[in-house]
């Protein structure tokens, strides 16, 4: 598929709001671009289905983001600040009923005043005008979160130049003040006597502009089993869209399929704002960490750890070397590898040294030497890289290419280590289950952003200034998650060492010798404990153990297996297992590696992370509400926390004695026997 088609597929799917068959979408795009392509019904399926530009129907159809969300009506509930203040905040609150690449402040709202007296007078005619509102950027950042609470920052610079100036000045630090564009509301509070507990009905004009009528509604409208009929249809929506996606791409995709799954009950009134239902509602769903980013998922169960690079920037459409790139683990487009070009002309590698070695040069910086490339496919992409030289350098300038080239430099290092770490770990024999969580995924996202830059400074032209400190500060703060998770990553390899694990050969004689290494974790936290116990350690044992490292006295366990002891579940070829805790909470068990115990061994913890929740909380989603609150909660969400875990709780605080105390203190399970 050429640029020129593509373009045209994504003109289509903004424009079509009837179900289309991949024929009608086909002759659009040849039409715009004649060039024949006997793959083109192919690669547009594969762009639908991997891109999710668009929902399948029954009979070979489908439907645009445009066509399934242009028309239905959702639910906006302002909170008695914004009524206070007289405004109203777009932010995330129209997901996913508007274009997603138009920014909040681009949306326009007209007001329908369904029952209001006619003498609301709004400025411009129907349409809602727009202020400014100036406040610490924290102060903004909930009417943002949707989007990902990493992501809300982004938003709130992009909303005018001077956010993005002061944003750039310390990626590292929030600005004191920020200053967002809202909805000047007053007239419509005012006059329409808008009390907290009061709605808007929003309608979707025009998807693609991003264009609203609000029609206010009054808590009293709707009826308590309305709602939950509705509550009922967004559960199953959002487990639907999760089961279907996994943690999906971004929270925005997540959501457009859980109302996509939800239905067209989910898609219409009575409702419940997706705030209101995420945040103080559903029991079911929660934010969880996904990496360096956040994603809805089920509440209590961490998403899936992943094993290398792939599919975080899958191309469905592969050229050739695309496709050699890919199959090595190094999922890059085309535009990464011109990149890496560009980077060898501003490095000024082509003096002293031929054509051959700097072919090879640029290769070893795009695919790691642990990798390497053989025959054709080395051929294949050497050629391609010195004609690509070739054409770069017929134009290429130094001067102009200054600013662009110092970041393209640093981030395409930056790349090329991630990628090489990412192999040499998949490479190692060290059990995965070592390294931190989501190791495999963090590193994927680095690379994936990475990638991205790397397809943006593939060009001749600079971009302006402050997109290029934007991009600068990136880099920034992608080399230091990198150089974290690498500490990370080198401190469990040397625990791994330290503590003498390793596969070894079982004889008879050893066999009642014979000692694991097991990891314990709390679901939906990051609170987690490695151990060593005997093999003929009894599962009645762990459920004991487990209570003391968590402290959770005369909680009934309730295992998912039927076991006697950890040699049981090893030779029954089990590694991981799940038990329950009361009604909320539940353990995620891995078994690891052998462990050469010492004549005088004890069960004992080695290593672990953060506090366990003292056990009357119900559930990790409510533990995570007050550990939000304790960070950045109002005074009076901070008390109720405080009151809740414990005016003394540490939510990272883990001390290694004090765990091997508890396991010790006169139960029969520290002794190891």
């Not at 009506?73 to 129209?94: D, K, Y």
């Not at 681009?106 to 007001?111: I, L, Y």
């Not at 200053?179 to 006059?191: A, F, H, K, P």
Request: hydrophobic share 35%; net charge negative.
């Amino acid at each position: 598929m050429t640029v020129n088609q593509e373009d045209a597929l994504y003109d289509f799917l903004r424009n079509v709001t009837e179900p289309f068959t991949l024929d009608d979408i086909c002759a659009f795009v040849r039409m715009v671009e004649p060039k024949k392509s006997s793959h083109l019904n192919i690669e547009t399926a594969s762009f639908l289905e991997t891109r999710r530009m668009a929902f399948p129907l029954e009979g070979k159809r489908w439907i645009s983001r445009r066509g399934a969300f242009e028309k239905v009506r959702f639910v906006i509930s302002p909170t008695r600040l914004e009524i206070a203040n007289g405004i109203l905040i777009p932010g995330h609150r129209c997901l996913p009923f508007a274009n997603p690449e138009l920014l909040p402040q681009k949306f326009r709202f007209h007001w329908k005043g369904t029952g209001i007296p006619n003498s609301i007078q709004i400025s411009h005619g129907s349409e809602i005008p727009y202020t400014t509102t100036e406040s610490p950027p924290e102060d903004f950042y909930p009417f943002y979160a949707l989007y990902g609470e990493e992501y809300a920052p982004q938003y709130i610079a992009r909303d005018n130049p001077e956010n993005e100036s002061a944003f750039n000045c310390d990626p590292f630090e929030d600005p004191p003040e920020v200053s967002i564009q809202t909805l000047d509301m007053r007239n419509v509070y005012r006059e329409s006597s808008f009390v907290p507990g009061d709605r808007f009905a929003v309608t979707t004009l025009d998807w693609k502009e991003g264009i609203f009528e609000l029609e206010r509604i009054k808590e009293i409208d709707w009826t308590k089993e309305e709602l939950d009929n509705w509550i009922a249809a967004a559960e199953e929506g959002f487990k639907s869209s999760f089961d279907f996606l996994g943690p999906g791409s971004s929270t925005e995709e997540q959501i457009a399929y859980a109302y996509w799954f939800g239905g067209e009950r989910m898609r219409s009134l009575p409702a419940l704002s997706l705030e209101d239902f995420l945040y103080e509602v559903t029991d079911h769903i929660e934010t969880v960490p996904y990496g360096i980013e956040t994603r809805f998922w089920y509440a209590g169960k961490d998403i899936p750890d992943r094993k290398d690079l792939e599919g975080i920037r899958s191309i469905p459409d592969r050229t050739v070397i695309e496709e050699i790139l890919y199959r090595k683990g190094v999922p890059i487009s085309e535009y990464v590898v011109q990149s890496y070009v560009r980077d060898a002309l501003y490095r000024g590698d082509k003096e002293h040294q031929s054509l051959e070695k700097l072919s090879d040069q640029i290769m070893e910086r795009i695919i790691p030497s642990t990798i390497g490339l053989n025959g054709r496919d080395k051929e294949y992409l050497a050629d391609y890289i010195l004609e690509v030289f070739g054409e770069f350098m017929e134009s290429y300038s130094s001067f102009t290419d200054h600013a662009m080239g110092a970041i393209r430099q640093r981030v395409g290092e930056l790349h090329t280590a991630v990628v090489e770490l990412a192999i040499k770990l998949q490479k190692s024999d060290m059990d995965p289950s070592w390294l931190p969580k989501h190791t495999f995924i963090v590193l994927s996202q680095i690379q994936g952003h990475a990638a991205s830059i790397l397809e943006d400074l593939d060009s001749d032209e600079m971009p302006p200034q402050e997109e290029l400190d934007a991009m600068d500060n990136s880099v920034d703060s992608m080399i230091e998650t990198y150089e974290d998770v690498k500490d990370l990553i080198n401190e469990a390899l040397g625990n791994y060492r330290k503590n003498n694990i390793g596969l070894w050969q079982k004889t008879e004689s050893s066999e009642n010798a014979s000692w694991r290494v097991i990891q314990i974790s709390l679901g939906g936290t990051d609170i987690w404990r490695r151990l060593v116990l005997p093999d003929t350690y009894s599962l009645t044992k762990l459920a004991a153990l487990i209570r003391s490292v968590f402290n959770w006295s005369n909680e009934e366990l309730n295992f998912n297996i039927e076991c006697e002891t950890i040699g049981d579940l090893s030779r029954k070829g089990i590694s991981e297992f799940v038990c329950e805790i009361g009604a909320m909470w539940t353990v995620k068990i891995i078994i690891l590696s052998w462990y050469q115990a010492k004549p005088d061994e004890r069960v004992r913890c080695v290593a672990g992370a953060g506090a366990p929740p003292p056990r009357f909380i119900d559930g990790p989603l409510r533990f995570r509400r007050f550990i939000s609150a304790l960070e950045r909660g109002s005074d009076r969400e901070q008390h109720l926390a405080k009151h809740e875990l414990g005016r003394d709780y540490d939510p990272s605080g883990f001390d290694i004695d004090s765990c091997n105390r508890a396991i010790h203190s006169g139960s029969s399970h520290g002794t190891g026997m």
